[in-house]
């Protein structure tokens, strides 16, 4: 699935305009998660990607463990392909669209408090944002932190 999350992060990078992705690759400590995010309203935040064919997301021991113990601003990214997608690039997902092309054809983000949820009951889940195209997660990733308007 490592290939698939590669694919995820190249969207979720040239999808986006308000945050700074940092991706950390970290093969010393497993559990840290792959990016460290920054956006516009100067709120840190990270993000563990994961890409799953079925309703099952896959997290090790060590990244169920690091989202019980940092449950603020630690979120999951999780993209669910049609297939594998081993003929699939980012630039035939992005223009051909989800499962035509072989991309995602749903994305879902978590908030680290439902981690224990997501091991045991998958994309059955109810996410705080999710849908068939990735800029719902994003608009929401770049809100983290705003002042709610003045009536």
Not at 12 to 26: A, F, G, M, V, Y
Not at 31 to 36: I, M, N, T
Not at 40 to 58: D, H, Q, S
Request: proline fraction near 5%.
């Amino acid at each position: 699935m490592a290939k698939l999350e590669r694919k995820l992060y190249q969207i979720l990078k040239q999808s986006n305009t308000d945050i700074l992705l940092d991706r950390i690759e970290n093969w010393a400590v497993p559990s840290v998660p792959d990016l460290l995010c920054f956006n516009k309203n100067k709120i840190f935040f990270t993000l563990e990607l994961k890409a799953t064919i079925g309703n099952k997301v896959r997290l090790s021991p060590h990244q169920v463990s690091w989202h019980l113990r940092h449950d603020q601003r630690a979120l999951i990214l999780v993209a669910r392909f049609s297939d594998r997608g081993k003929k699939t690039t980012v630039a035939k997902i992005q223009h051909r669209g989800g499962l035509s092309a072989g991309g995602p054809t749903h994305f879902f983000l978590y908030k680290s408090s439902q981690i224990m949820d997501l091991v045991s009951r998958g994309l059955k889940t109810e996410p705080i944002v999710g849908g068939l195209c990735i800029d719902k997660i994003i608009k929401y990733l770049s809100g983290l932190g705003a002042l709610a308007p003045s009536p």
